[in-house]
């Protein structure tokens, strides 16, 4: 019988626990004194930003510093806990684009999400769909719809920043959440990511084969209670966008006003 993934990655904690605790300890030395004194310190009497900065800055340092001291990260973790996080790695990632995939995507940006609840940010989604992606599949074959959705994973893996979160949600369906980030900073990746897909060929056999992309972006809205609502939005405004002509991003300011027009 095969065991879920998770649920082999749960195994593995639980049967490994005390060994992965006394690895806990062990890294517990004289520079993790040092950073706790440093965050104490940090919490107590620093208000300001740029302070607090340069404390973690200095967290930052002395924590490489007991790294290297350590001469590497990986002797400090037993075997199977390094067996754990590959096994994490490969349940988070999408086999074929190698990019996070749909549970990655609810995992990490469910975190981000209510982070940005909590810290009363901004956050937005984008939904990415390809279009007429089916076509792809039945006038040049499945193998060069998989390479198509590869090249459209680096594309967009390209266009976004570290905080960003991506992620192939399915088919030929992409998701990006990004975190402190308004509507109208959106609407610009967006439309950049828009632009490379449409002026990115996707080479086969000497001809030039054009893919386009229809993108909806919504952002957090105060009644928004998990990632899952905005998606939805998002969803929506994506179908407007196909509706709508295709190749385009829309917004969901701009599906309000459309409906006020209409
Ligand atoms: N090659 C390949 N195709 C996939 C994969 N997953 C889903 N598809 C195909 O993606 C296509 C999606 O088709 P539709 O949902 O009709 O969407 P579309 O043709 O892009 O049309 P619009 O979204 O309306 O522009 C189907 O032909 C699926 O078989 C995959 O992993 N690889």
Redesign the pocket.
């Known amino acids: 019988m095969k065991i879920p993934i998770e649920k082999q990655i749960k195994q593995y904690y639980e049967k490994d626990f005390s060994n992965f605790a006394s690895n806990l300890l062990i890294r517990i030395k004289v520079t993790h004194i040092a950073v706790i004194f440093l965050l104490i310190i940090n919490a107590a009497f620093f208000t300001s930003e740029s302070t607090s900065i340069i404390v973690q800055l200095i967290i930052a340092i002395l924590i490489g510093i007991h790294d290297y001291d350590d001469n590497n990260l990986k002797k400090a973790l037993t075997k199977n806990t390094l067996q754990a996080i590959k096994l994490n790695k490969v349940a988070t990632k999408d086999h074929?684009t190698q990019i996070p995939n749909r549970r990655y995507f609810f995992n990490m940006g469910e975190k981000a999400f209510q982070l940005a609840i909590r810290d009363k940010t901004e956050c937005t989604v984008l939904f990415i769909?390809?279009?007429?992606?089916?076509?792809?599949?039945?006038q040049l074959g499945?193998?060069v719809?998989?390479d198509?959705?590869k090249m459209v994973a680096g594309a967009l893996e390209s266009a976004i920043r570290i905080s960003d979160i991506l992620a192939r949600l399915?088919?030929?369906e992409f998701a990006i959440l990004l975190p402190n980030t308004d509507l109208s900073g959106a609407n610009t990746l967006s439309e950049s990511i828009r632009k490379l897909v449409e002026k990115t060929p996707y080479n086969h056999q000497g001809n030039e084969i054009f893919i386009t992309v229809?993108i909806g972006v919504a952002k957090r809205d105060k009644s928004d209670l998990s990632l899952k609502d905005t998606l939805k939005r998002a969803d929506l405004a994506l179908y407007q966008a196909?509706y709508s002509g295709?190749n385009r991003t829309m917004t969901e300011a701009e599906i309000h006003s459309v409906n006020k027009a209409s």
């Open positions: 074929l769909d390809l279009d007429h992606f089916k076509k792809v599949n039945d499945h193998d719809g998989d198509v959705l399915g088919g030929e229809s196909k295709r």
